[in-house]
Structure formats: C-alpha cells, structure tokens
C-alpha cells in the first residue's frame, strides 16, 4: 500500500516538474525570440535596415551639398557635444554635491557654468577636424567672432537645464539652424537637427560612393542633368604639358572614376573673380608644363560659370578653387588655400603661387617620379617664379 502512494506521489512530481519545465522553456523561447534577429526580430531588423537606407538615400545628397557655413557649424557641434557638454555635465555634478567624472578638463579646472562655457566656446576652432581644414578653420573663426556671445549664450542655457535635471534640449537646430545661434548657418531645419550620431553615419557614408551608384551624366540622389559646355574629344594619347580642359559631363569620367591617377583642378570664375583668373591660370599652365613627363598626374580646369560642379566631390566650390585629387583617395581632395583669409574680397593676390601648388604635389604625388618632378620645378624655378601671386606675370 505504501509502495502505492510513492508511486503516485512520484509519478504526480514528475507530471509537476514536466509541466513547470515546458512552461519554462516556453517563456525562455519567447524571451529568445524577442532578442533574437533571427527570428521574429528579423522582420524588426530588415524593416529597420530598409528605412536607415532610405533615410541615407534622402540625406547623403544634402549632408554632399552643404554650405561652408553649414558643414563649419555641424562640426562645431560635434565638439562641443563631445567636450562641452560633458564639462556641463560635470559641473552640473559639482553644483548639486554629487562627485564628478574626472575625465573632463574644462570642469575640473573652472567647475562654474559661466567659466566652463567661456573657456571652451572660442578653443572648437583648434579642434582637429577643424584647424586641419583651411576653409573650415577660416569659417568657424569668423562665425565665433561674430556670435561668441550667442553660443554662450545657448550653452549656458543648457547647462543650467541639466543642473536642473531636465534635458539638455535639441543644440544642434539651437546652434546651427535657420534662427541658430550661430546665424543661420544651415538654411534646411532637417539638415540643423541632425544628430551627431546621423552626421558621424554621413560623415563615414559620404566617402563611399563609387563608380557604380550613378552614371556620369547625373548627380547622386537627382535626375537633373548637368550644365555642361560639350566635351572635348578624346584622343588615344591626351596632350602633355597642357591644362586638359574638363567640363561637368566628363568630370567623373576623367577626374574621378580614373583611380590610378592624380588629378590638380583648377575651377575657375573668368568673369566674376577677373583678376584671380588672370593671376593663377598663369601659374596653372606653368604647373602642367613643369610636370609634362608625370605620367600620373594630369592637370585640368573646369569653368564653373558654363558648367555644374559634380557633386559630391567638390560641394564647397562657390569660388575660385584649386583642388589636388589623389589617385585612389578621389572622395577626399585637398584644397590648396588661397592667399588672402576666407571672408574677403578675392583678388589676384589670393592666388595659390607656384611653389603652393608644387608643394602639395611634392607631398601628396601618387608616385615617386610625380613627387620628384615636382621638386625639380622648385629647384629650376627663380625666387619671383615661386612666390609672385599678381596678374602682371607676363614675363614668367
């Protein structure tokens, strides 16, 4: 009789524990599945994938086409996100009793909102991805300069929300926007209220298009054709010691998609900046001379006031520019600075002199031979060759 009831006991116990075991395996199933891409988070995922593509698709082409102004201001709010606000932060901290990150220079040195923002406000222009840049250098001076105390302004407001508790508010549509602190800087509101997050993505994105993302008659993201004088036709050997005249609708033909190759571009304004275009297409035909046995290099010029400029590899052309295109780094071109401060009149003066534009081909030259061209130029070159940036260089 006893032996009975054990065995029912055990036999009731193990109903007992079956149960409990697929009900738990049911909750760890569901759990799982809800963390698991690979199954009903998959369709979460792809949906997720879909619109970050389509959000690309519609953001790349304007991230491409901002002002100066505008990409100045966006990296002047990633700094300040990035140090700025997390010394606000700190001093939030100090405000209120609670220990404070150590990590942050400007609040442990002040501690006081008004000290942190004034201290770190003007020192966004020394920021690497700024003062390595000339134009942007050269702009976010001249917007600090006209509204220091706006910016302070703005960032003392933030800081004392979060010393409050509350949140620090949408800074980047404050800073850059079309009523911004920094006056108007980006006149899209979609483009001002990115986050950092969306611009580093943009940042990172914008340097990955390639040969097959858009034909060479058409901007990326549009289906306007460009404005374009006719191509010139192409012989089997281009002409050396020569500037290659290149218009909008071979622009990505012969200057980017030719990977293998160095491309110096001259975008010129003969009408509207006269006295630079008589100064530097001088020193051009003299670089293209000097340089007429570097077989990787060609040089060339594209007229922007009969052609479009291609986007996106030359989205900050809206005066008289010299552009170096290094082979297989088309997405990233270096500017060779003008003479005179961004800001001002242009003249003959702002003109990139002789030794400016060998110079960067001396460091930046794909091959050996390039680069040593380029400093065989200096060398033969007189003094008054190199450094003379006026129009009147007839006898040169």
Not at 204 to 227: C, I, L, R
Not at 341 to 355: D, K, R
Request: hydrophobic share 40%; net charge negative; aromatic share 8%.
């Amino acid at each position: 009789m006893m032996m009975r009831r054990r065995s029912r006991v055990s036999v009731r116990l193990c109903a007992i524990a079956c149960v409990v075991f697929l009900a738990t395996m049911t909750r760890f199933s569901f759990a799982q599945d809800a963390d698991d891409p690979t199954t009903t988070g998959a369709t979460s995922t792809t949906t997720e994938t879909g619109a970050q593509t389509e959000w690309l698709a519609s953001a790349l082409p304007r991230f491409r086409a901002r002002s100066v102004e505008c990409a100045t201001c966006q990296k002047m709010y990633a700094w300040y996100d990035e140090h700025l606000m997390l010394a606000l932060m700190d001093a939030a901290k100090r405000s209120s009793g609670r220990r404070a990150s150590p990590s942050s220079s400007f609040a442990s040195k002040y501690g006081e909102l008004e000290e942190v923002i004034e201290e770190a406000v003007p020192e966004v222009c020394a920021a690497g991805s700024i003062a390595l840049n000339a134009t942007i250098r050269s702009a976010c001076r001249r917007m600090i300069e006209k509204s220091e105390d706006e910016v302070v302004a703005l960032y003392y407001a933030a800081g004392a929300r979060l010393r409050d508790g509350a949140e620090e508010g949408a800074l980047g549509e404050a800073l850059c926007g079309p009523r911004g602190a920094l006056g108007g800087a980006c006149v899209d509101d979609d483009v001002a209220r990115w986050t950092t997050a969306e611009l580093e993505v943009l940042e990172v994105e914008s340097g990955k298009v390639s040969v097959f993302d858009f034909d060479h008659e058409q901007a990326p993201g549009t289906a306007k054709e460009f404005k374009s004088e006719p191509a010139e036709a192409l012989t089997k050997k281009e002409p050396v010691g020569t500037v290659l005249k290149i218009v909008a609708s071979d622009f990505y033909k012969r200057v980017i998609f030719d990977r293998d190759r160095d491309a110096l571009m001259y975008f010129s304004y003969p009408t509207m900046a006269k006295e630079f275009h008589e100064a530097y297409s001088q020193t051009h035909a003299r670089v293209a001379e000097a340089l007429e046995d570097a077989e990787d290099l060609f040089v060339g010029q594209l007229n922007v006031e009969k052609n479009d400029v291609p986007p996106p590899y030359a989205d900050m052309v809206e005066t008289p520019s010299v552009l170096f295109y290094r082979a297989r780094k088309k997405e990233n071109p270096r500017w060779i600075p003008l003479r005179t401060p961004a800001g001002e009149y242009i003249t003959g003066e702002s003109a990139p002199t002789l030794a400016d534009v060998l110079t960067m081909v001396s460091k930046h030259g794909k091959t050996a031979a390039t680069r040593e061209a380029a400093d065989v130029a200096m060398i033969r070159a007189s003094k008054e060759e190199l450094y003379a940036s006026r129009g009147d260089r007839d006898e040169l």
